[in-house]
Each structure stands twice: as C-alpha cells, then as structure tokens.
C-alpha cells in the first residue's frame, strides 16, 4: 500500500501527476473541495437561488455535493439550493434519474424532474430510433442543444438567479476546441465568460468544476461513494470524441496541458469585447443570438422527419406551479 504523500497516513487512492503526488481520498476531497469552492466564491452573490443543473452522472452529482457543502459553510451568503434532471427520455437515463433523487434527498435538496418530451414535444430515445443513418446529425447533437434550453427555461420559471453545471476542466477544454475548430468566436466567449447579468432571459452559469480533472472527478466519486452515474452517455457521438481523444495524449505528454490551456482560454475569451447582443428567438422567444434559435432550427428540420410541427415556444406549463408547490 502506498501512503498519502500529504498526511502520510491514509492510503492513497490517486496520483496526481501535475503536482507528482499520491493522493488518499481524504487529500483529495480537500484539493477539490477548494478549486470548487474559490469558483463558488467568486462567481455566485449573496442570496442566489441556484438550480443545479443535476443528470445523476458523476460530474453533475460531484457539483451539486460541493455547492451544498458551500451553501451549509456559509450561511451568511443566504444561498437557496434546488436541484433538476431533464429527463431526456433514454435507456441510460433512467439509472441516472433513481441516483440523483437519491443524492438529493441525502443532501436535503429538492430534487426535481422534467422531461425532454414535455417541454420540447420530442424525446432523444424517439430521435434514435427515427433518425436515418446517413442524417446529417447525430441524437447527440440535438440532445445538446435540447438539454440546455430547457435547463435554461426550467431555471428561469423557478426563478433561479444562477445555475450550477458539472462541467469539468476537460469539458471547457474540449468544448473551447470545438468551438474553435469552427471558428465559433461568440461560443468560446460564452462558454468560457462568467457573465453575472441576467440578459433576455438567459441565467448565468457557474461551474465549480472547472478546474478539476474528468479523472480526478471520476476518482473521488468512487473512493466517497457518491450517489452518482459512472458510465458516459452511450450516445456520445461527433467532434467530442477525437478531441477527447487527442487532448487526453497532449496531457499524457505534457502533464498539466488541460490546466494551462483553459487558463490560456479564459484570458483570450476576457480580453475580447463580445459584440453578441442576446435576443429572443422569433419563434420560442428563448434567449438567442440568431433571429431563430439553435433549437428551433433544429425544430424545423425534424418537423418533417416525425411528421409533426415542433416549432413551437416550449411548453413550460406547470413548472411553476411544480416549484411553488414543492
Ligand atoms: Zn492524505
Ligand atoms: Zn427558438
């Protein structure tokens, strides 16, 4: 057995090569706990009322454990905390479901439920079993965009002021590529941009995780015996995969790569001047940069493919109601 090299007594569970240390599971949590914490530090207000964006995988679980833990540490802060799950109606999603209420409810969270079907009108199981092959997208990308949306609008019917996600640093990582490989200016500035205002509608996110590894993430979860999902979402398809794939063999070279290039981001995406004005979307009114939303276009070419008229605002009918009345 090899020893923690910080307190030199619990068996350590994971090694940090970045830092060239042992780590038992205890040293770890503290590690965590701290890059998470200074990110709910800086980034959320006195009296939030946070949603936590909380699918039941590890990620998610992992943020919503550590927002409550801060939310418990300083009460001075008044934080309110709920937690959500957009059912988006797969296999995979079910075991997800059953783990994040049990989470929550250890935490003393209330924990809600929605699904892709009810606010959108479609879910992904349904796209996978209709999209052809040769489709131009995969479930995974409109999964996406679906997801967000709704976790967005969810958010503002509960009247939350900011909204916590489990991304973690290999996500931002992966997902600034990405928008670089397209030439995506304005998404690598949201992405990565911590905005506080709440603008047409749109509610900020905060993401603790951000400087925490996927491995360390994965580790932790395990060695505490977190209530949360361990396996990825098997409709994971596209772009991500070859980046997740090259970056994880950059870092493998160059320990610390992930760290240096989110830091490298982060200053890029501050020193520019965002000139994209957020507006609503003409035809669902959610907050968008386009005259139509990314989910709408989508919309519109699925309508012919279900042979049904999904453009349409999104339903949000009871969500309210589903709050006030816990
Ligand atoms: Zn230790
Ligand atoms: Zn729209």
């Known amino acids: 057995m090899r ?34 914490w200074s990110v709910l530090r800086r980034e959320l207000m006195r009296g939030d009322k946070i949603m936590v964006a909380h699918s039941g995988g590890k990620d998610s679980s992992l943020a919503l454990l550590l927002t409550k833990e801060f939310s418990d540490e300083n009460p001075e802060m008044g ?35 929605f699904t892709m079907e009810e606010i959108h009108g479609l879910s992904i199981e349904e796209l996978n079993l209709k999209l052809p092959s040769n489709w131009k997208r995969s ?43 397209r030439g995506d200016l304005n998404a690598l500035v949201k992405t990565l941009r911590h905005e506080r205002k709440i603008e047409e509608g749109l509610i900020p996110r905060v993401r603790p995780l951000k400087y925490v590894y996927e491995r360390e993430v994965a580790a932790i979860v395990v060695a505490k015996g977190i209530s949360a999902h361990l396996g990825k979402c098997p409709f994971t398809q596209g772009m991500r995969i070859g980046i997740r794939r090259e970056v994880d063999e950059l870092e493998d070279l160059e320990a610390g790569a992930k760290v240096r290039a989110l830091e490298t981001f982060l200053l890029i995406s501050e020193g ?27 919309k519109a070419e699925l309508s012919e493919l279900l042979g049904r008229d999904l453009l349409k605002p999104l339903n949000l009918k009871g969500v309210k109601e589903r709050f006030i009345g816990g």
Request: charged share 20%; aromatic share 6%; glycine share 6%.
């Open 3 to 36: 020893k923690c090299d910080l307190c030199g007594v619990s068996e350590a569970i994971y090694t940090d090569y970045v830092k060239g240390v042992s780590l038992c599971a205890d040293c770890l949590m503290s590690s965590i706990r701290r890059r998470a």
């Open 79 to 113: 934080l309110e905390l709920i937690s959500v799950t957009i059912n988006e109606g797969t296999f995979y999603r079910q075991t997800s479901i059953e783990l994040a209420e049990r989470l929550a409810s250890q935490l003393g969270v209330e924990h809600f439920t």
């Open 139 to 181: 479930a995974c990308t409109y999964c996406g965009v679906f997801r967000r949306q709704a976790i967005n609008a969810v958010a503002r019917e509960a009247g939350a002021t900011a909204v916590v996600t489990g991304h973690n640093l290999d996500d931002l990582v992966q997902t600034a590529l990405m928008n670089m490989s």
């Open 272 to 298: 520019l001047i965002s000139d994209v004005k957020l507006r609503k979307c003409r035809v669902c009114g959610e907050p968008t940069t386009t005259d139509l939303c990314k989910a709408c276009q989508f």
